[in-house]
C-alpha cells in the first residue's frame, strides 16, 4: 500500500517556467514532509522539507506548500533551470520511518 | 565523514545465484534503511533496524530477502536465491538522531541475468 501517493510520474518544463509536483498522504500521524532530489546514479539527498504547522516554506527557487486539511504537499520549482532537471520524491515521516512517493521525473528544456 | 557506503555499486550475476550487498552507516545515525528502486514501483521500503534491531522487515518481499545488522556501523541485505525480477538499484540510508533527513548511500544497482 502505498502511504504517499505522488505524481505526475513525468514531468517536461521549459526553461524559465514552473514545476509543480503534488503529494497526498492519508496518514495524519506524518509530523515531517521533506522533498527529495535525485541524480542519476547517486542516491536521493534532501532538497526541501516542511512540518505541518506552516502552510508554506520556501528556499531559493523551490517552495513546499502545504495542505492539512487536505492532507496534500506539492513542491514548486520557480524559474526552472535545465540543472533542475532530476527525479524528485516526496516523503512523509513519522517517528523514524520514512515513506516515499514513487517519484516524479523533471525534464527542463533549454 | 564520508555518509553512507554501499559496496558494491554494480552486481551482474546469475539467476539462483546468492547476493550480497553492504552498508556502512554515517557513524553516530542509530537507524538504518534498505530500499528498493524501479521504475515501476519508485523507492519501496524494504526493512528498517533501529539501534541495529530490525523493527519492521514488511516490506521484504520474500522469504528469499534477508538482511542483518551485526553492529552499528555496517548492515548487509542478502538474496538467495536472486531471480531477475530482483534487478534493481538497492539503496542503504541513515538518519540522524534528530529524524530530520535521511541520508543515502549511492546505491547497488543489481543485474539478475
Known amino acids: ?110 | 565523514d564520508a555518509g553512507v557506503i554501499q559496496s558494491p555499486r554494480h552486481e551482474v550475476t546469475e539467476m539462483g545465484q546468492e547476493v550480497t550487498l553492504r552498508c556502512k552507516p554515517i557513524s553516530g545515525h542509530n537507524s538504518l534503511f534498505w530500499y528498493r528502486q524501479t521504475m515501476m514501483r519508485g523507492l519501496e521500503l524494504l526493512i528498517y533496524f533501529n539501534n541495529n534491531v530490525p523493527i519492521d522487515d514488511s516490506g521484504m518481499p520474500e522469504d528469499r530477502f534477508s538482511a542483518k545488522m551485526p553492529n552499528a556501523s555496517f548492515s548487509t541485505l542478502k538474496i538467495q536465491p536472486s531471480e531477475p525480477r530482483d534487478s534493481a538499484v538497492y539503496f542503504c540510508a541513515s538518519i540522524n538522531r534528530l529524524v530530520t533527513e535521511a541520508f543515502f548511500g549511492q546505491g547497488t544497482r543489481l543485474t539478475v541475468v
Open chain 1, 1 to 110: 500500500q502505498q502511504q504517499v501517493k505522488q505524481s505526475p510520474q513525468s514531468l517536461i518544463v521549459q526553461k524559465g517556467g514552473i514545476s509543480i509536483i503534488n503529494c497526498a498522504y492519508e496518514n495524519t500521524a506524518f509530523d515531517y514532509f521533506p522533498w527529495y532530489q535525485q541524480f542519476p546514479g547517486k542516491g536521493p539527498a534532501l532538497l526541501i522539507a516542511i512540518r505541518p504547522d506552516v502552510s508554506e516554506k520556501k528556499e531559493g527557487r523551490f517552495t513546499i506548500s502545504f495542505n492539512k486539511s487536505a492532507k496534500q504537499f506539492s513542491l514548486h520549482i520557480m524559474d526552472s533551470q535545465p540543472g533542475d532537471s532530476a527525479t524528485y520524491f516526496c516523503a512523509a515521516s513519522t517517528g523514524n520511518q520514512f515513506y516515499f512517493g514513487t517519484g516524479t521525473s523533471l525534464t527542463v528544456i533549454p
